[in-house]
DNA sequence: GATGAATGAGACTTCATTCAT
DNA sequence: AATGAATGAAGTCTCATTCAT
């Protein structure tokens, strides 16, 4: 009944979709800027364009989104991961050279490290929510701990601690960096990352 | 005036001196637990043991009695770090060992970490109270990196970046570590950030 | 139409009229366990294993479904009472057995009289509902009233209260003993009851 | 400083005393006329003339609320019933009296009645509300009961139930009546109970 | 100096109901 | 006939803050 080339009215689902998404992305923001505590649904709700109700019919609870968000973020930053470290024939130059590109992606969007930090101090405080959290931070920090003992071998050298140790401090670094950015200020996040990289690498035998 | 023997009744003075110290380190315990805006002023009013109205008469809000926790967070930290480094005519060895302590330190407290994060967080989100904030992190870390600066110096060796930005950094590292910390995990914090310190020097020229 | 030995598909109306038993019967129990007011659409449809939008396609609004079971107790309680009272040539040792088999329906279903009970309390707030609450209340205390006559007729005795005033009263214990109801407890309503009219009979010239 | 003739201003506490009396006080009224669950504690702040924090600063919750209002019925049934049995050495017709009058009061205040069916509605729904209402409950019906006891025992003749039981029948006779009263019908309720407990006499040998 | 009752705004959440699908 | 996403009002409760005592 409808030309296919006209803009199409939504079906349920794909409205259904579009009001998550929404109410997502705005959560996203609020919890970044006001943190998980200062951002309240009904802001979020407004925001994004919908009632209150509409939240609740969309997730069951503020802490239920905010896991909808966790899911987001690790899923995501596999990804990121994964398409850096594509090729798996490579020349310890090349992954250095790879690595510099992925650290630099981390000064882009400050409010993505923001999003970490949330997640993270929320699941110090919410036992329901640790259990998740840590299940997607264990798995994430593996993933880059294995990337960083693959460097290593390829180098010929021993790392200087465990590699997942040492995936921990940079994502606690790469964190704490987030912590520090003001708005006025020219993040160098991503170099930073790489001068403490190549520093562990001068120090290993 | 009194007599020496018996239990001296507290002056005025040093009764409200004893009431405000109390309220502090209350204010401190709960932040760091439950965050800035998940305590409450009557929470930390009823664990110190006193009424609303008593913080009310100590402090004039909230953020007030942040900006007392964030003075006393400055002064112990600039304490710490001038016992660590009093001796001035020092060789490097002794530096790093020194630095090596004083890494460590970092290690026995994690409430300190976490209080500086809360600091950071609302100076992220009021204007107010980060141009406080400003003044002592600025500082702080000039300290630090004078610090870092003449180390390399005695090395003989120039630092892979700004002595500051390196201050920043090993900050970064100590608050993003911070807040990976749960109880049940031994914390590699003070050992870690002395393992990238040696990183930075190996690959320093 | 459908072949006999197939379970045969519902027709429109059977699958509508079954919607509707199960909404009845659903809103019954939630009614009876968490009153009216604490007994939301949602879970009504819910438990019924249909959508909210099920329940409006049935009924107008929560009041109307309240309504139907009003209707619907009224008919079953005037179905109940004319089987006991059946055959009007009766001496008045069978009316007395058969009013205790009456009175021992009573303590079968709790949930019976406390539907009742929420009836009445619903009818006290609700003018709509009072009106037709009331036209069934009335007919069936005159009728229960009309039994106590004719009782006490057969008798030979004059009733100490009006039949309806009686018949009012007898309800209200009924229903009042249904609100002592626990679980715990064997319950004495019917006994009790049988007692009560006992002593009247005793009592009555 | 202020005559002592002059409205004295209220000292602190007969303040916040007279607070929890009026919110105490509208909570009754509208506990019975909208129920437990319909009655909001906003309303029950604004009809008293406070905010809805003078009512938490002074209860702890809804329930909690409730449960003052069910210690204070308890209290005042347990006053009424001793002030009508007061002179212990009594004639049965003195007693017969005395409890005709006891009845009588039943009728003035129909909200009365209407407060413990909300209490025993809600004790049937709140586990917690439930234990306190079971003590509260037990006492009154085995008091109620020894004056039953005691009014046959003078008779000379045996009771046809159990006493508490009686007393369970008769406060359950006075709940049912009050739900079924309205505004526009003269309520009979002491003159049935008294028809009734006449018919137990009278039937028991 | 300290109290704590009271305020008013705002938190999270549930509800009866509507309406496009 | 039935769905269920969305609404807007209302629910219970907590908060930082004030002020008479």
Redesign the pocket.
Same mark, same amino acid.
């Given at each position: 009944m409808s030309p296919p080339t006209a803009r199409r009215?939504?079906?349920?689902e794909e409205?259904?979709a579009q009001?998550r998404e929404r109410l997502i992305d705005t959560a996203q923001h609020l919890f970044v800027s006001n943190g998980y505590g200062g951002?309240?649904?009904?802001?979020i709700a407004d925001k994004a364009g %919908? !009632?209150?109700?509409?939240f %609740? !019919?969309?997730f069951s609870?503020?802490e239920d989104i905010l896991l909808e968000l966790l899911r987001r973020h690790m899923e995501a930053e596999a990804v990121q991961l994964s398409t850096v470290m594509g090729n798996d024939a490579q020349q310890p130059e090349q992954m250095l050279a790879e690595l510099e590109a992925w650290a630099s992606t981390l000064n882009q969007d400050a409010d993505w490290c923001m999003l970490s930090i949330e997640l993270q101090l929320h699941a110090n405080r919410s036992p329901t929510f640790a259990a998740e959290y840590q299940k997607v931070w264990d798995r994430h920090r593996s993933e880059i701990g294995g990337v960083i003992g693959l460097l290593f071998e390829k180098l010929g050298r021993s790392p200087p601690a465990a590699p997942d140790e040492l995936a921990a401090a940079f994502m606690a670094l790469s964190h704490g960096l987030a912590l520090q950015r003001t708005t006025d200020r020219m993040d160098p996040s991503g170099r930073l990352i790489m001068v403490f990289l190549r520093g562990l690498i001068a120090s290993a035998k």
């Open positions: 009215r939504l079906t349920r409205s259904r009001t951002a309240s649904i009904r802001d %919908y !009632s209150q109700g509409a %609740y !019919s969309n609870s503020k």
